[in-house]
């Protein structure tokens, strides 16, 4: 079984230009911070809406959050169009941001650390369905594994987050790197169906 996938042109351009424009005019807000994931320690070199506090209550995970935000329609849209293009039966969304989505800019000189993400419930995997809407001017490369997945804007990555060790590489430039995730969390045969 395969850990990762791409898939070409997923959103369109006019997709693509609405949620790089919702993350420009709103990455100042209060309900993006800091995640601390820089492979060097700098400070606010990435900006996210992930915002989740697991709590483990038995096998259940609960979380504290404040998710006083509203993302665009246009959001939803996609994660749907996701469940239904993949078809997903046994799911449910990751507890790392509102909705198990999450924006985020990242900066001139940022990188994120070499990690795999939790199992947030026993038996499932967490799978990440990302979409980088805005490349910076180089750098920024996701790679899974230390194989470098370098997409274009339109198009999705997905892959098992708890299963393949991941980090993205330094960006050069003035222009932000743009994502996207939606996070979910696979049942087993979900996740061997997907990936097979």
Not at 6 to 27: C, G, H, R, S, V
Request: hydrophobic share 35%; with cysteine.
């Amino acid at each position: 079984m395969v850990k990762v996938k791409a898939f070409q042109d997923f959103i369109t351009p006019e997709e693509k230009t609405i949620l790089n424009e919702w993350t420009l005019d709103n990455y100042k807000q209060d309900y993006f911070t800091d995640p601390k994931m820089d492979s060097n320690g700098l400070v606010k070199s990435k900006l996210t809406t992930r915002f989740a506090t697991p709590l483990i209550d038995g096998n259940k995970i609960v979380c504290v959050s404040d998710s006083n935000f509203n993302y665009p329609d246009l959001v939803y849209y996609i994660q749907r169009k996701i469940i239904k293009t993949f078809d997903f039966k046994d799911y449910g969304f990751g507890p790392v941001g509102k909705d198990g989505i999450i924006s985020e800019i990242s900066f001139t000189g940022g990188t994120v650390h070499p990690h795999t993400d939790p199992e947030w419930f026993i038996g499932m995997d967490t799978v990440h369905c990302n979409l980088i809407t805005q490349k910076p001017q180089s750098g920024g490369v996701t790679f899974i594994e230390e194989e470098p997945w370098d997409i274009n804007e339109t198009d999705l990555l997905m892959y098992i987050v708890s299963q393949a060790e991941h980090r993205v590489d330094e960006i050069v430039g003035d222009k932000e790197r743009i994502l996207w995730v939606f996070s979910f969390m696979l049942s087993k045969s979900d996740t061997m169906r997907v990936f097979s």
